[in-house]
């Protein structure tokens, strides 16, 4: 049963303020006060904190809407639901504000944050970035370090804060968020993958950096909430594994049949240099670029590649006196690294339409 049933709100407020909320402490109601003054309509998902955290949510203002997860289902389902409720309810708004429910994030801040994205009209979604300095907890700042820097290695955009929870964004781009099927830490992260994939603007805006008990309340864990960005480079090895294997077998079959070495490089990469590139494409990068350009800019690659691990095989076989099949597997590993840095950040590539501040990053 809802702690207070939520009003069918049709109105026309420009900005929703939706915060999701697990077991939270007074805090809470300070923040939806605050929202409130500054006429923002509040909204707050309760997942499943259980029946000793009612007065908690019984003393928010009546003019703050609740919304109740029967147990637990992760902070990506609660803002789901509270995204859900408000493209039902609030069809007129323009944006919808997400924020923490631990007082991590000043009214002020949200309110620039809201006044940057409503001056800005091709953004997609703003987010509110912290800054990482010696003050802030080491789990925290070493967690976003490291997800930074793969980041912008798997998808080539410079997000300055992967884990803040404040964010803005369009109606339109809530409606594409729904079908990202996580519900934990990781829908924030599949949010901004997904906004790089699609080629949506990112707005950056710097804001106070404040840890409360240095984090303590955080239920979110660094290493094993960040590791959805990761599994595009499992994606680019398993894929790289497979087409390693085909153009191995390929280039075997060929050599014993008398081939030159050559003859085999180029039938190894024919048939597995195609595969590659539509998993590629498809599956791993997941783009929907000029397939033209892309096709081109493939086999260009494959060429160069394919002609630099050949003279290596034949270098290091004539020094070693090792046979070429032998050889090759090692050489090949070499170009692993070459090939996916290229394929991600010239071939499979998307608009880096990120701004900070207002300013574009490059």
Do not use: W
């Amino acid at each position: 049963m809802n702690l207070k049933l939520p009003h069918n709100g049709g109105g026309s407020s420009k900005s929703i303020a939706l915060i999701p909320a697990y077991k939270p402490s007074l805090e809470l109601i300070n923040i939806t006060n605050s929202l409130l003054k500054n006429n923002i309509i509040t909204i707050v998902v309760n997942d499943g904190s259980g029946k000793s955290f009612d007065d908690i949510f019984l003393q928010l203002d009546k003019k703050v809407i609740v919304l109740n997860n029967a147990v637990n289902l992760g902070k990506g389902a609660a803002l789901k639901h509270g995204i859900n409720y408000i493209l039902n309810n609030y069809k007129n708004a323009e944006s919808i504000i997400t924020l923490d429910c631990d007082g991590q994030h000043k009214i002020q801040d949200v309110l620039n944050l809201k006044d940057k994205f409503a001056s800005n009209k091709n953004i997609d979604l703003a987010i509110g970035v912290r800054t990482f300095d010696s003050k802030v907890p080491f789990r925290s700042n070493i967690g976003n370090k490291t997800t930074k820097a793969i980041f912008k290695i798997m998808f080539g955009r410079k997000i300055l804060d992967t884990q803040s929870g404040l964010r803005i964004f369009s109606l339109d781009f809530a409606k594409l968020i729904l079908s990202i099927p996580y519900n934990g830490y990781e829908f924030e992260m599949q949010m901004l993958i997904l906004a790089c994939n699609k080629n949506k603007t990112i707005l950056q805006v710097p804001i106070t950096t404040i840890y409360i008990n240095n984090n303590a309340s955080s239920h979110f864990n660094p290493i094993f909430d960040s590791l959805s960005i990761y599994f595009v480079l499992f994606r680019h090895t398993g894929n790289s594994i497979i087409t390693a294997a085909i153009d191995y077998i390929v280039f075997v079959i060929a050599f014993y049949l008398g081939y030159s070495l050559l003859s085999c490089m180029i039938a190894g990469r024919i048939v597995a240099g195609s595969f590659n590139f539509f998993v590629g494409k498809i599956l791993v990068f997941k783009t929907k670029a000029n397939l033209k350009f892309e096709i081109i800019s493939y086999i260009v690659l494959t060429i160069i590649l394919m002609l630099l691990s050949m003279q290596s095989i034949s270098i290091l076989s004539h020094y070693s006196g090792i046979s070429e099949v032998v050889i090759k597997p090692f050489c090949e590993l070499a170009i692993f690294a070459i090939s996916f840095l290229v394929q991600r950040f010239f071939i499979f590539t998307t608009k880096n339409d990120i701004m900070g501040g207002g300013q574009e990053v490059r």
